[in-house]
Structures are given as C-alpha cells and as structure tokens.
C-alpha cells in the first residue's frame, strides 16, 4: 500500500521524461551543446525531469519507510 504521496508522481515523471528523451533521437531537431554534451533543447529539459523524478522518489520512499515503521511501532 502507498502511503506516502507523490510516490506514484514521481515514478511517472521518471517514464515519461525517459520516453521524451529517447523520443528525441528520432525527431530531427536543433542540437545545443552544453558541458560537452550535444542533445535537443527537449532531452536536456528531460534530462533535468528525469533527475527531480529520481530525488523526489528517494525522498518518498525514506518517508514511506518512515510512515510503516510509525505503523508497525505505534
């Protein structure tokens, strides 16, 4: 059972910017290169989705341990 919410949020938001980003490589679009690497102005905002995705899902799943842990002790 979720008990922590935006749990399933940040899942989505993790698959969803994956599939931009390799959506991307198809589409014929203007190239930007930053830090050395040379992507479409979409994959770099995906890039950048797919990362708060990332620590927004740690982020809930420490408070969902926390929140069964409360359950199981209290």
């Known amino acids: 059972r979720v008990l922590a919410h935006g749990l399933i949020f940040s899942i989505y938001l993790i698959f969803s910017s994956l599939e931009r980003f390799l959506l991307e490589f198809i589409r014929i679009n203007d190239r930007y290169t930053y830090f050395g690497i040379t992507l479409?102005?979409?994959?770099?905002i995906a890039l950048i989705l797919m990362l708060v995705g990332v620590v927004l899902l740690v982020f809930m799943l420490m408070e969902q341990r926390r929140l069964v842990q409360e359950q199981a002790g209290g």
Do not use: E, L, P
């Open 40 to 44: 479409s102005q979409s994959q770099f």
